[in-house]
Structure formats: structure tokens, C-alpha cells
């Protein structure tokens, strides 16, 4: 048996020598060879990362919320297509939100004021109920029936756009206008 304390190899093992130096592995068109450096690496191929614009997240909620809080809505959008502008982007969202959240507004203040004319209309029953909602429900559908074709033709560039949104303004005004009438039956007696 061999004793732990005294080895039967009296040779000992060499003493520890740190490893070779090897310079660092150069990539071609590396810049100087004696800097000590690396070259970074290629960039990644594909698109460049786009850059935020200023407004589209708050351009986005606002068109969300145009279908359903339109007042909200509008003054988000018009804060988003604000911000957008003043960085030199385009704000396709914040237009959006504007445009519908302003028309569903108009829709809403049209439609109020026509079911409180017909209420009052037909609670004091003045006179046909038929003739207290028929006349405006005829003109709003003309009125919006101008609008879409203003829109289809401004969709197509053509100039007849001008004359068909005059006519949905003049149906929409009239409209209200025929809604006073009974209001004014209804006062005077």
C-alpha cells in the first residue's frame, strides 16, 4: 500500500502557465489590425425600424371611441392630428376619428331634436301623427342620401361633389326646419 502522505511519484506536477495569447478575430474590412479592437458586426438585413409617429396611438383611440363617445373622440383627435402635424407625420386615424365623430354628432343632434318634435307632436296630438314625423324622415333620408353621393363622387375626383353636398346641407336644413313647424302649432295654441 501506498502511503497518502508520501506519494511514490516524488516528481511534481508542473507549475500552472497561463494559455498563449491569441488576438481577437477580425472581420473583413475591420478598421486598423492594431487597435485591438473587433469591427462591429454587419447590420441585419431587411427594413429599417420606422420611427413612432407623434399621435397615431391617441389617433387610433380616438377612432375607437368615435363610435361610441363622440365628443371624447373629437377632442382626442384633434389632439393626436395636432401633435402628428407639428412632427411632420400624417394622421390618417385622427382624420378618421374627426370626420365620423363629427357627423355621428350632427346625426345625434338631428335625431334628438326630431324624437323630441314627434314626442311633443304626438302627446298633445295637434294633428296626424304620420305628418309630424314623415316629412322630416323623408328630407334626413334625402339629406344623407346627397352625402353619400357627395362622397362616391369626391371618391372619384369628380367636381359635381360640390353641388350634391349643397344639396344634403339645404335637405338637413329644411329638415329642421319642418320639425319647428309643429313646435310652432304646438306654442301657439
Not at 26 to 39: F, I, L, R, T, V
Not at 115 to 126: D, R
Request: neutral net charge; glycine residues 10%; aromatic residues 12%.
Amino acid at each position: 500500500m501506498s502511503d497518502p502522505q508520501n506519494p511514490v511519484d516524488p516528481q511534481q506536477p508542473p507549475a500552472y502557465q497561463p494559455p498563449a495569447y491569441q488576438p481577437p478575430q477580425q472581420y473583413p474590412g475591420a478598421g486598423d489590425a492594431g487597435s485591438g479592437y473587433a469591427a462591429a458586426p454587419p447590420a441585419p438585413y431587411g427594413p429599417p425600424a420606422t420611427p413612432t409617429v407623434p399621435g397615431r396611438t391617441m389617433g387610433i383611440v380616438a377612432f375607437i371611441l368615435s363610435f361610441f363617445v363622440q365628443l371624447v373622440a373629437l377632442i382626442l383627435g384633434i389632439i393626436a392630428l395636432v401633435q402628428s402635424k407639428k412632427a411632420g407625420h400624417s394622421n390618417g386615424w385622427a382624420v378618421a376619428a374627426i370626420i365620423i365623430s363629427s357627423v355621428l354628432m350632427v346625426i345625434g343632434i338631428i335625431v334628438a331634436v326630431t324624437a323630441v318634435v314627434f314626442a311633443l307632436y304626438a302627446w298633445l296630438a295637434l294633428g296626424s301623427v304620420l305628418a309630424a314625423w314623415l316629412i322630416p324622415v323623408i328630407l334626413f333620408i334625402g339629406g344623407v342620401g346627397a352625402f353619400v353621393r357627395t362622397y362616391h363622387l369626391w371618391q372619384i375626383e369628380d367636381s359635381g361633389w360640390l353641388a350634391w353636398q349643397g344639396a344634403g346641407w339645404f335637405l338637413l336644413m329644411l329638415m329642421l326646419i319642418c320639425l319647428s313647424v309643429p313646435g310652432a302649432a304646438m306654442m301657439s295654441s
